[in-house]
């Protein structure tokens, strides 16, 4: 029985090998597939730092769809709850880097069985869940899709799990203007709200940062956290109350910052789950964070919990 649930699109990755290559170039310089999705970089993060995590997905059977499962299965995601199609192959997303950090995306997920999961029907067998973690590209990536997400964290959150929310917005995915609609109705659910500075002020309409944090709290009653993320700036923890913590970052040599918000996400959440205090939660977040950036290709990290501890205790944060 997973304590920690995530619902989204399982994808493969092919990433440029080198930057300020553009994906429209002919020449020998992609690396891959690597297993990705963001929902799948939460869940083998979550499963990695010990917590029992499940997925509700689809992949194609094929060769694509073994890459995934085999790496979900490999760190211990319960993975009885995706989809394996033979009506479709597996979602793929080509990625490439610039020199000034920016990254461009190219998704093949509509039509896919990325998109093609259905919400349970029952909570049997989720009784267990404690956290239900949903990401804005999954509900971005297909409407129809969306709504089952919907379905899902309606299901679990009448049985009593918390609902914690990455916007992360992909404005590669953001064809359909109904898919605000859906990202509202999480926000509007959610327990613990984790948006980057840009997607909290898109979300609440308001540009002062400040105000916006306000009227996060303001549309949603039921909302317990705001987890403020900043990249290479860190993390702000906010209450009802205000400023709880400020978080900084671990310094690693980057490779490749392609899923360390997912790996953050998790990490944090499994320290509510642990019961931790929001600083030590902050802290697990932010090393696993840096471990995932320290390695190429989304999933690569060395992230383990003996892992994020150490880098805990060697830095002082």
Do not use: W
């Not at 297909?142 to 916007?167: C, H, W, Y």
């Amino acid at each position: 029985m997973a304590e920690i649930m995530i619902m989204g699109e399982l994808l493969v990755e092919i990433m440029r090998a080198k930057e300020d290559v553009q994906l429209f170039e002919t020449g020998e310089y992609f690396r891959g597939p690597f297993p990705s999705g963001a929902p799948g970089i939460f869940a083998s993060t979550a499963a990695r730092l010990g917590h029992s995590t499940g997925i509700i997905s689809g992949v194609g059977n094929d060769d694509f769809g073994k890459n995934i499962l085999d790496r979900m299965k490999a760190v211990g995601v319960d993975t009885r709850r995706v989809l394996v199609s033979d009506a479709a192959s597996t979602g793929a997303a080509f990625v490439t880097y610039f020199a000034d950090g920016e990254r461009k995306f190219i998704f093949h997920i509509n039509n896919t069985p990325a998109v093609m999961a259905k919400a349970p029907e029952t909570q049997e067998g989720l009784e267990d869940c404690k956290f239900f973690h949903i990401m804005g590209c999954s509900l971005m990536a297909s409407i129809p899709f969306g709504q089952e997400i919907l379905k899902t964290m309606r299901l679990l959150k009448a049985n009593g799990a918390k609902v914690s929310f990455d916007p992360n917005v992909r404005l590669e995915m953001l064809r359909d203007p109904k898919a605000m609609d859906v990202v509202q109705e999480v926000y509007r659910n959610c327990s613990v709200f984790m948006p980057g500075r840009s997607e909290i002020r898109m979300i609440t309409g308001e540009e002062d940062l400040e105000k916006a944090i306000e009227k996060a709290f303001a549309d949603n009653a039921g909302l317990e956290l705001i987890v403020l993320k900043s990249g290479s700036e860190g993390s702000k923890i906010y209450t009802r109350e205000g400023l709880a913590e400020t978080m900084g970052v671990y310094k690693v040599t980057q490779l490749d910052a392609t899923g360390a918000g997912d790996s953050y996400d998790a990490a944090f959440i499994c320290g509510l789950a642990e019961g931790k205090s929001l600083k030590d939660a902050a802290r697990m977040g932010a090393a696993a964070g840096a471990l995932n950036a320290a390695a190429f290709g989304p999933m690569e990290g060395d992230i383990s919990r003996e892992t994020v501890q150490k880098m805990i205790d060697e830095n002082d944060l």
